[in-house]
């Protein structure tokens, strides 16, 4: 009886931490359409940074989407503004790109 309430405890306690970080992923990650490639842009809101093909903005604030961080690095901007689930746009500059969350389909010819 004792085995079996310590298993029960465990599961609950292992299930519920595994909640806990789906509900709130502290890093995200998007693949970003430039030409007909794809570049991820990460954002680690631990660590306050934004990195875009090889370069790393910092001082994330949070935006007007439903979900958007915007970071700066030597006086540039850059935003990524996800308006629904595993879709975004990326903006540096007077730049855009169509970006997806890594995982997510992109649709027509990206290969």
Not at 10 to 17: E, R
Not at 35 to 46: G, R
């Amino acid at each position: 009886m004792k085995t079996l309430l310590l298993t029960g405890v465990t599961v609950l306690v292992l299930v519920s931490t595994a909640i806990a970080q789906d509900k709130d992923p502290k890093t995200y990650t998007y693949m970003c359409k430039v030409d007909h490639k794809l570049y991820p842009v990460s954002v680690n809101e631990v660590q306050d940074k934004l990195t875009w093909r090889g370069q790393t903005y910092s001082h994330i604030t949070l935006g007007g989407c439903k979900r958007e961080w915007i970071a700066t690095r030597n006086g540039v901007t850059v935003s990524l503004c996800a308006a629904t689930k595993g879709v975004a746009t990326l903006k540096l500059g007077s730049k855009e790109f169509e970006c997806r969350m890594a995982g997510s389909p992109f649709y027509g010819d990206i290969r």
